[in-house]
């Protein structure tokens, strides 16, 4: 059996995976600049915590040793090795596919899941760190023509991607393209729904992985 230490020092956090007639692997996490240790602990046991409900771990009830699930796929420890390397860049651009706002503008850990069971369909909800930046993107683009004001939400967008090429597929590549049609005075956003339950939780705990990446940086990594 396999077990994830949470080893934490002055200055880094460092992730062991051991396991029977292995040498074993690591998972080596930094503070990320300007991040004092007890919040970048406090990152790295969050997303434990997330990859926990998604079947991928099992903590201990220290809360800072955790089990790798034996019974998770090669692909989904290539998908849990892409995404800790290359991190999950969460994004909210506008039509021109222009940068708005990023994980970093949001609560971490905030993104939910709203269920509407009479509909059989859910929404994701998430909220910001700042009220006032947010009205005033949203003003922005609220004020412009009515084929131009989304706010376009992408998870790993590439230069390569466009809204405008996007938004006609029957599986645009982002996540959701709400329109904006007056400015949004709060710091609670929801997109419009349209998604099974299944997807929107996928989302949401990539969103809050998202969210927690940004407060450590991963040096290395290897999952055998």
């Keep these: 059996m396999r077990k994830i230490w949470l080893m934490i020092s002055v200055f880094m956090l ?3 995976i051991t396991g029977c007639g292995t040498s074993g692997s690591t998972l080596h996490f930094t503070a990320a600049e300007n991040v004092d240790n007890e919040k970048a602990k406090e990152s790295v046991s969050s ?4 990859l926990e409900m998604d079947g991928l771990v099992n903590i201990s009830e220290d809360e800072v040793t955790a089990t790798l699930n034996e019974n998770i796929s ?3 420890k290539e998908s849990l090795q892409k995404s800790l390397n290359e991190g999950i860049d969460l994004s909210f651009r506008d039509a021109n596919d222009e940068k708005m706002l990023g994980e970093k503008d949001l609560v971490p850990g905030s993104a939910e899941v709203n269920t509407r069971k009479d509909l059989d369909t859910a929404s994701i909800a998430v909220q910001m760190k700042d009220k006032d930046h947010f009205h005033e993107i949203t003003k922005e683009i609220a004020n412009r023509e009515n084929r131009e004001n989304q706010l376009v939400i992408w998870i790993n967008y590439e230069e390569s991607q466009s809204y405008k090429e996007e938004k ?3 599986n645009p590549t982002y996540v959701a ?3 904006v049609s007056t400015p949004l005075n709060t ?3 929801q997109s419009a729904g349209g998604f099974s339950e299944e997807k929107a939780e996928k989302l949401v ?3 809050n992985i998202a969210t927690w990446l940004q407060y450590v940086e991963l040096e290395s ?3 055998e």
């Design 187 to 189: 710091d609670s956003v």
């Design 74 to 76: 090669p692909s989904q």
């Design 177 to 179: 393209a709400p329109r």
């Design 14 to 16: 460092t992730i062991f």
């Design 221 to 223: 990594i290897e999952i």
């Design 205 to 207: 705990q990539k969103i």
């Design 168 to 170: 006609d597929k029957d």
């Design 47 to 50: 997303i434990l915590s997330l």
